[in-house]
């Protein structure tokens, strides 16, 4: 038994047998049907041939056979995904066999008649295509009953396919899957008894069909072959596996194979993420390599979630050198194995500084000269900054100008802001801090275009909101709150939030850097807002779990500076549009550099002073429409107001 699966195992691990191994099998098998075709011929009509001519003719059918298969390339298709179009290429083949050899007999030996040339090309071609076709069906059959043997050691799975077009790109995985036993195909429908591939499609109407279906074959998990299908699903079949607590399976993209991230021997499974509705966003991947190939390219915050994504596609894209900039030891650390691992080609210099340290900046600046600047280090937790506000200013507006202004000095072309949405109309001092950071680095860019300071740096700023799977973010949260048993822990049963996953986030973030021509303040389409009590319910469904039941969900009320829902825009704010329909560039109001060089100053002079109170009235002051929803700052709005 064991020596069974060992070389079952051997034998699925194996793509496909060696085409030339096929060949040489199909020129044998060839022989021999010539030779049956002269059995027949001497049966039938009692004709006797000497040994040298049955030689000679043998010698010619290896002759013509082999012309015919390597004009064919009969023996190039992967034997278990024949289709008929494979068998047309071997009629063809035996068919051209025939058209060669009989010609040829006929000039090179004497004495054998048209009727039986013709005759014999007759037999030969049946029989040559015969024993080819049988030949890959026992193949098949073969491959198909080791796959019988040993599925118990594999967990059976069914694919599910919306379409006809879903089922060929379904059944080209299958080679790629040794690891699950593929049952069949799954639709959802009226009964259709239909195969494809070899394979059974099975149809289910409802709960109690794919219930039946489950016990019966014993499925362990359905596969999702596309992200679109889990989005359309998500209320039909997600719901019939979640009910069943059957597993479901989504086939990884092209990037996260070729990334390194999955393999299709450990498919990952549907996430919350998976779930949320959103189209997947497409940007031109080829003009931005084209703009940044042979650039010097520095990432600040290179180690946090957007950095090290943002590190990731950039190592694609040919870069001369990419500089990874962060304060954070074991998480840089960490990064630099991952890409050397990756990207072995790519040569980047992993650096540890802070960007409130000016020397620090300006020696890296000096040393490697960089082009281009992405800039996400920055403090983003909310409720931190609440109770820090002297931090949040000395991080995301000290460091953001120290930055800025040494990207100015050393001929840096381009400086990409990573902002977000709580700087709209901001009710929290993170928001704020933000907003002072893109006021700054606006009125800098404004300056310099109209010629009152010198340089070339274009300044652009991208705003958007949640990323899904973020350092501290509510999913991760959940996930960890999962795992303990619960419960899942809401802040307020309305609060809703724009989401976007870490890849596609990066991804405008690279196109907006390359479209953005100076002063401008992208900001992305975020698609639905979802509600985070929703969230945290399908997140408990999805473990095969009941909310309220097994798992309960706690409402702890809002945080400071937490509001219900987050905005894109201000309200006197308006977009235009860009040559990417999920980018916005938004239309704001204009600072004066010297009056806001002067007032950050002093802002930052406070801070230092680490003065909490006086920190966050001076951010008012600076930014108006910042209204906190803290009540140790609330008091401020009142003065203020006064």
Same mark, same amino acid.
């Given at each position: 038994m064991?020596?069974n699966?060992l ?8 793509k ?8 040489? =099998?199909? *020129?044998? !098998? ?6 049956? #075709?002269?059995? &027949? %011929? /001497? ?23 082999c ?8 023996y ?20 051209f066999?025939v058209v060669?050899?009989?010609?040829l ?24 295509? =015969?024993? *080819?076709? !049988? ?6 059959? #073969?491959?198909? &009953? %080791? /796959? ?11 694919i ?12 080209a995985?299958?080679?790629k ?19 494809a ?8 109407r409802d709960?109690l ?9 014993g499925i ?8 679109r299908?889990v989005?359309?699903?998500?209320e039909r *079949?997600v ?11 989504l086939?990884?993209s092209?990037?996260?194979?070729k990334?390194?991230k999955v393999?299709?021997?450990h ?47 950039l ?6 050198q ?12 960490n ?7 990756k ?15 000016v ?16 800039h996400?280090a920055?403090?983003?937790?909310v ?11 000395r ?12 990207a100015?000095?050393y ?6 802001m ?27 860019s ?21 990323v899904?799977?973020?350092n501290?973010?509510?999913i ?27 890849p ?7 196109e ?7 002063n401008?303040i992208?900001?992305?389409d ?17 473990a095969?779990?009941v ?16 509001k219900?829902y ?5 309200t ?15 239309h ?26 006086e ?13 906190s ?14």
């Amino acid at each position: 038994m064991k020596t069974n699966l060992l070389f079952s195992s051997v034998f699925l691990r194996s793509k496909y047998i060696n085409r030339w191994v096929i060949f040489i =099998s199909d *020129l044998l !098998l060839s022989c021999i049907a010539t030779f049956a #075709s002269l059995f &027949l %011929i /001497i049966y039938f009509l009692g004709r006797v041939f000497s040994g040298y001519l049955i030689i000679q003719i043998l010698l010619f059918s290896l002759l013509c056979s082999c012309l015919s298969f390597l004009w064919c390339r009969t023996y190039k298709g992967v034997i278990r995904h024949s289709t008929i179009t494979e068998a047309g290429r071997m009629a063809v083949a035996s068919f051209f066999k025939v058209v060669v050899i009989v010609p040829l007999l006929a000039t090179t030996t004497l004495g054998l008649p048209f009727k039986i040339l013709l005759l014999g090309g007759t037999f030969d071609f049946f029989l040559t295509f =015969s024993a *080819l076709i !049988l030949f890959r069906v026992f193949l098949i059959l #073969s491959y198909h &009953l %080791i /796959i019988t043997n040993i599925s118990t050691t594999r967990d059976k799975i069914l694919i599910f396919v919306g379409d006809n077009n879903s089922i060929s790109l379904a059944g080209a995985l299958f080679s790629k899957l040794g690891s699950y036993a593929v049952e069949g195909y799954i639709r959802i429908g009226k009964g259709c008894s239909m195969r494809a591939g070899g394979y059974t499609v099975y149809c289910v109407r409802d709960q109690l069909e794919f219930n039946r279906l489950i016990n019966v074959k014993g499925i362990k998990s359905v596969l999702f072959i596309d992200r679109r299908d889990v989005e359309r699903e998500q209320e039909r *079949l997600v719901r019939y596996c979640e009910k069943k607590k059957v597993g479901m399976l989504l086939l990884p993209s092209v990037d996260e194979i070729k990334n390194g991230k999955v393999t299709y021997r450990h498919l990952p499974e549907v996430r919350i993420e998976d779930l949320l509705g959103r189209n997947e966003i497409q940007v031109n991947m080829d003009s931005i390599g084209a703009h940044l190939k042979d650039r010097v390219v520095m990432v600040t915050g290179a180690a946090g979630s957007i950095g090290s994504e943002l590190c990731r596609q950039l190592c694609t894209f040919g870069l001369k050198q990419l500089i990874l900039f962060d304060s954070a030891e074991t998480p840089i650390h960490n990064i630099r194995l991952e890409l050397e691992d990756k990207f072995p080609d790519v040569k980047f210099m992993p650096v540890i500084g802070d960007i409130r340290m000016v020397q620090r900046v300006e020696h890296v600046m000096k040393t490697y000269m960089p082009q281009v600047i992405f800039h996400a280090a920055a403090y983003k937790h909310v409720p931190l900054m609440e109770e820090n506000p002297c931090e949040a200013v000395r991080a995301n507006v000290m460091g953001t100008r120290i930055l800025a202004d040494l990207a100015v000095k050393y001929g840096v072309e381009r400086f990409i802001m990573i902002s977000t949405d709580k700087a709209v109309n901001p009710t929290n001092v993170m928001g704020a801090s933000k907003r002072l950071a893109e006021i700054y680095v606006q009125s800098l860019s404004i300056a310099i275009g109209k010629g009152e300071l010198p340089g070339k740096t274009r300044f652009i700023t991208t705003r958007f909101g949640n990323v899904l799977g973020s350092n501290g973010s509510v999913i991760p949260r959940f996930r960890e709150q999962l795992a303990k048993g619960g419960p899942l822990t809401v802040t307020h049963p309305d609060i809703i939030r724009y989401f976007m996953t870490i890849p596609e986030a990066c991804r405008l973030v690279l196109e907006a850097a390359v479209i953005g021509q100076g002063n401008e303040i992208f900001v992305f389409d975020m698609g639905t807002p979802v509600k985070i009590a929703d969230m945290a319910k399908r997140m408990i469904e999805l473990a095969g779990l009941v909310p309220g039941r097994d798992i309960a969900i706690e409402y702890t009320g809002l945080r400071p500076g937490e509001k219900l829902y987050e905005e894109l825009l201000a309200t006197k704010e308006n977009t235009l549009a860009t040559s990417n329909e999920k980018i916005f560039r938004a239309h704001v109001r204009e600072y004066d550099y010297r009056e806001v060089a002067d007032a950050i100053e002093h802002l930052i002079e406070v801070s230092s002073r680490v003065d909490k109170m006086e920190t966050v009235r001076e951010m008012k002051v600076i930014v108006p429409e910042f209204k906190s929803k803290n009540s140790e700052y609330e008091t401020l709005d009142r003065k203020q107001a006064k």
